[in-house]
């Protein structure tokens, strides 16, 4: 597999979609959403912004199957690492409760 | 025999290394070694970003009152002078990719000068902290940790403030480590670069130190609203 080069006009477009991102989450912030809403807007424009910096900044779009499984490895485990941990805090009280 | 391994031999890239078959592996191998370097880092900062989430279901209250009080107009120039050398740095790939030594060499000071200006805004903002008491522990005489200074929502329990501080400076303090490490990566890149040795046959080396300046963006990407954000809705709205 040969290499990609990526046309300047895609890092443009990320590089404006990054900013306005970011303008977004700092407005978002700042107003106040029912319920657990102002935490799921924040994470879910830093987790776009991330995937946008992923699949073309770090050029995973087109890269190779074993750097795909590679990274899906680290979000696999990085799960591993939440779910496991924060079962056993969240349950801890049930004990004493 | 002799003669046909030496002309072997000239047709061969300087870059590539004998344990390689061609440049196309060679890069390849390289690419693949940053990536999983980078899943190393990913589970390092995860077990820092599993403690923020941790202690912030535990002390919503303080988390947001200690929140409220860090500077959210430098931590979004921060955000954005971060971006920007993101963009630059893949602009120093391009660069190197199509052979442009120009191009490629003013991007890498242009990225480098943008990382040195955020640890400066950093620096600035640690310094803030310094002022108000606000280093946890007891590590500076005179400048004991002391939330007095920061306003507490209703409810939050001023002890609990210092956990908060704890987080943030670890974070962004290994976020800031990272960031030296890089501007020292790219220092070296620049040097080679200035040498001529990065063309569009061989340029492995610029991008996987852009794979690793980009990383750290993304965790940057992450901090910042988890820790600016948080509670400000508290405070500003309704």
Known sequence: MSEHIVPVRVYVLIFLALIAGTGLT??????????????????????????????????????????????????????????LTFSDYWTRNWLIG | MAESIAAEHEVHHPALQHHFENLEQQREAGTLGMWVFLVTEIM?????????????????????????????????INTIVLIVSSFTMALAVYSAQIGKRRNLLACLVLTIALGVTFL??????????????????????GHYFNPNGVHLLVGADKNKVEMFYWIYFAMTGMHAVHMIIGVGLL??????????????EYHNPVE??????HFVDIIWIFLFPLLYLLGRHFVHGG
């Open chain 2, 187 to 200: 220092s070296v890149i620049l040097l080679f670069a200035a040498r001529g040795r990065y063309g569009p």
């Open chain 2, 208 to 213: 996987i130190s852009g794979l690793y300046w």
């Open chain 2, 120 to 141: 400066g805004i950093k620096a600035v903002e640690y310094h803030q902290k310094y002022v108000d008491n606000l280093i946890p522990g007891k590590l500076i005489r």
């Open chain 2, 44 to 76: 390092f900062f995860g077990g820092m970003f599993f403690a923020y989430t941790l202690y912030r279901w535990q002390y919503p209250l303080e988390f947001a009152s200690a929140s409220n009080h860090l500077d959210l107009p430098l931590g979004t």
């Open chain 1, 26 to 83: 700092v407005w978002a912030g700042k107003r106040d959403f029912p319920g657990p809403l102002n935490v799921i807007i924040a994470l879910t424009i830093a987790c776009i912004k991330a995937t946008l910096v992923v699949l073309f900044f770090m050029h995973l779009r087109y890269s190779s199957r074993l750097v795909w499984v590679i990274f899906a490895a680290a979000l696999f485990w990085l799960a591993i690492l939440f779910a």
